[in-house]
């Protein structure tokens, strides 16, 4: 390895742009439970699944279906 580099000509990442942003989230355990056996299952990690899974989402503008139930 050299001493020292010489940076003067590079460039940025042109992909800098598409990189992924760290979140911390609540999820409950059984989405956990079920996104880490289907990771066994493919060879993917889990939280890739659940990105490619809310990347699906948003890319067919899919939406939750909140109808709330009673509890009385």
């Avoid at 390895?1 to 979140?23: C, H, I, T």
């Avoid at 609540?26 to 299952?41: E, G, H, N, W």
Wanted: aromatic content about 12%; overall charge positive; charged content about 30%.
């Amino acid at each position: 390895m050299r001493k020292e580099y010489d940076f003067s000509k590079g460039r940025r990442n042109p992909y800098a742009a598409r990189l992924k942003a760290q979140v911390t989230i609540r999820v409950d355990k059984p989405t956990i439970a079920y996104f880490r056996a289907l990771s066994q299952d493919t060879g993917i990690p889990y939280q890739t699944l659940i990105n490619l899974y809310l990347r699906d989402c948003a890319a067919s503008r899919k939406r939750p279906s909140l109808a709330w139930k009673s509890v009385a």
